[in-house]
């Protein structure tokens, strides 16, 4: 009798697995359902959203930054800019979120599977302070359902790190605020 197969789950990927073991840094590798973002981790493996560490790509005029921030905070990209330019010494003119298609063909790697470790892609990694706020987090492990939790310190120091304060506090219901104005009447 043939053996049931079951749905194979993504790896972590063993690149990931063999840089963290030759770094040496304690961690752990969390298997959990298949999730795509930073929200669903947090729900997943009932952490608070400020123990998610959020991985985006982000470009500064030409140059590719890995950013990290808490879940429960949104990127302000002004800010971004003005952290990125103080370590570099630029004046940055635009900060943006390339598009999956970039990720892909920069990084190599399917759309929202960016690990937070930017060693691996040669990235920079600019991470926001309030992360340093909890002792532990949860990092993306380039697998929809494994991440990686390690000790914060440990790993500002593993991908040298820079932090800055770019992430704001998301709005209630994560829904923006909408002005509205009343109508004037014109005179006639």
């Known amino acids: 009798m043939a053996k049931k197969t079951k749905k194979t789950k993504t790896k972590i990927p063993v690149k990931v697995v063999k840089y963290l073991e030759k770094a040496g840094v304690d961690h752990d590798i ?28 982000v470009k500064a005029d030409k140059d590719y930054f890995l ?24 004046k940055i003119k635009v900060v943006k979120i390339p598009g999956e298609k970039i990720m892909e063909d920069l990084l190599k790697i399917k759309a929202g599977a960016m690990s937070a470790f930017g060693n691996l892609h040669k990235l920079p990694v600019v991470m926001d302070k309030a992360m340093t706020k909890a002792k532990k987090a949860v990092f993306s492990s380039g697998s929809f359902n494994h991440s990686v939790e390690m000790l914060v310190k440990d790993f500002i120091e593993l991908e040298q790190a820079v932090l800055g304060s770019f992430g704001v506090n998301k709005a209630a219901g994560g829904k923006k605020k909408v002005v509205r104005k009343k109508a004037t009447k014109k005179k006639k």
């Not at 298949?34 to 959203?49: I, L, P, Q």
């Open 67 to 90: 950013v990290l921030l808490p879940a429960d905070k949104n990127l302000d990209l002004k800010k971004l800019g003005a952290c990125i330019g103080a370590q570099t010494g630029k």
């Open 30 to 57: 969390l298997e959990h359902k298949t999730v795509y973002t930073a929200f669903d981790a947090a729900a997943t493996m009932k952490k608070k959203m400020d123990e998610i560490a959020k991985s985006l790509l």
